[in-house]
């Protein structure tokens, strides 16, 4: 694709024509109207996108405690005093922080997997951040670990073997509730879902 | 839309990974297809008809409609969703291992009816709660025979004479047994896996690197004991409930996980990935009952 473009076009053209067709979900007409754009648009806001473009990598890292992405040594959750520290919620990727935040629920810290074990893909513990998890538990007053991973069979083992490890331990260890979710059909629901909804029924 | 365009069939899903934000590639076992690869779009979104239909190790009904490169499917309807399976971690992993050999052994578009019985059975066996090393062991055995593998195990492969009660030997290039004999003149010996059986040891952590396919050359035998051979031959022409009720000693069922994942390992020729983590689960599992 590109060396077709780039025999019409003009190399720093074809070459950010090329750059943009790398992303996911953008094909080689997205790409060219992205790269026409930025060539219509003040010199600011491309050199505003460039250095944007740099500095998340050159800035970011992982969090040394819980292994979420920041720009500092440690997160602003883990820095954060007012949050109570002794619960810790086990997510698979940092991108599953946002949404538990955004409940305004949970008022603990995190700490993110990078991943779950998937045997079939050759993914097991050695390749996920377990063994910081729990060199965490060792040294601090942890009281639970809410394991919120995807309730899918790999975020299922990840929760089974979590609890298998961390039970002796003496802490307590929870994981999202199964159920249905909001605005969906009792027909369609899966056998599994629906057991465990009514497993797990609340009292009004 | 004609009626050609929709298609219904069962299905053991075997597989799944994602495509684009919010669709999932299913990978599933079907009695009719074999093995068939299919979209089933917006799997990913919370309240979707399919999620739960087409998780791995689930037994599904599904409509599917023929699609330009991937068939998608329309419709899923759980048969049995193996409840008892998921609810423990290593039986789960023994379901991802069976899958995962279904997975690297079959061809898409080709029918093997026994062989979707066999993993149906197999799921099934996995349910309940005792057994499950053996129910692996069949599984493997019962999953070579119906690929065309099965195993030769009452002559020798090359001089055809009967197999005697001693320590024969298992060529994996000719697939059955060599008699000592045999074995001597064509000198196959296989040195890393002759020296765990003869030692009776555990298998070490690093087994990943001998198990690499290199290590087992076409040249390669195996030492097989006389109870282990027995057990095999039992277990070719025997259901379930039979070969469950064979009662085996751990340094055995070391024998024969070895001889026949080595024997799977040369005919794939690359890893099967889940054993390590059958193994570093065994191992943990093993650590937890001890300190109990």
Not at chain 1, 79 to 103: A, F, G, M, N, W
């Amino acid at each position: 694709m590109a060396s077709r473009f780039s025999a019409s076009l003009a190399e720093p053209v074809a070459r950010l024509v090329e750059e943009f067709n790398k992303l996911p979900g953008i094909g080689p007409k997205n790409a060219q109207r992205l790269t026409y754009h930025l060539l219509r648009s003040p010199n600011e806001e491309a050199k505003a996108l460039a250095e944007a473009i740099l500095a998340l990598k050159e800035k970011i890292r992982l969090c040394s405690i819980c292994f979420n992405i920041t720009d500092r040594d440690t997160c602003s959750i883990c820095q954060d005093e007012e949050r109570d520290h002794s619960k810790i919620c086990v997510v698979e990727k940092p991108s599953d922080i946002l949404p538990l935040e955004r409940t305004g629920k949970y008022d603990g810290v995190y700490h993110v997997l990078h991943g779950t074990i998937n045997p079939t893909q050759g993914i097991t513990i050695s390749e996920l951040k377990i063994k910081e998890l729990l060199s965490r538990l060792q040294d601090s007053s942890v009281t639970e670990v809410i394991v919120a991973t995807n309730p899918t069979l790999e975020g299922e083992t990840t929760v089974m073997y979590l609890q298998h490890i961390i039970t002796p331990l003496g802490i307590r260890v929870s994981r999202l509730a199964r159920g249905l979710p909001f605005g969906a059909d009792l027909e369609y629901a899966d056998d599994m879902t629906l057991g465990q909804a009514l497993d797990h029924r609340q009292e009004f | 839309m004609s009626p050609t365009r929709n298609y219904q069939t069962q299905a053991i899903v075997i597989k799944q990974s994602k495509l684009g934000e919010f669709d999932k590639i299913i990978t599933s076992y079907t009695p009719e297809f074999g093995k068939l690869k299919a979209v089933a779009k917006g799997a990913c979104r919370p309240g979707s008809k399919l999620g739960g239909n087409v998780e791995p190790l689930t037994h599904s009904l599904l409509l599917l409609a023929k699609g330009r490169n991937l068939d998608i499917i329309t419709q899923s309807q759980t048969i049995d969703g193996f409840l008892a399976l998921k609810s423990d971690l290593w039986r789960i992993s023994c379901g991802l291992y069976i899958s995962e050999l279904i997975d690297s052994f079959t061809m898409e578009n080709s029918e093997n009816r026994p062989l979707f019985d066999l993993l149906l059975d197999a799921l099934h066996q996995l349910c309940q709660t005792d057994g499950s090393e053996i129910v692996l062991r069949y599984f493997e055995l019962h999953l070579l025979h119906h690929l065309g593998y099965r195993p030769q195990l009452h002559r020798c492969v090359t001089c055809d004479s009967p197999v005697k009660p001693v320590v024969n030997f298992f060529s994996f290039s000719q697939g059955g047994i060599l008699c000592p004999h045999c074995n001597s003149e064509e000198n196959h010996h296989c040195e890393p896996f002759a020296l765990y059986h003869s030692a009776g040891e555990k298998q070490p952590k690093n087994l990943t690197q001998d198990r690499f396919p290199g290590a087992i050359s076409a040249k390669s035998s195996f030492p097989l004991s006389v109870d282990a051979l027995k057990v095999l031959r039992l277990w070719q022409d025997c259901d379930y409930a039979t070969a469950k009720r064979v009662k085996i000693k751990s340094n055995l069922s070391s024998e024969l996980e070895q001889v026949l994942q080595c024997y799977i390992i040369y005919l794939l020729q690359r890893e099967v990935k889940s054993v390590a983590w059958l193994e570093e689960l065994k191992s943990h599992l093993d650590n937890h009952r001890e300190e109990n």
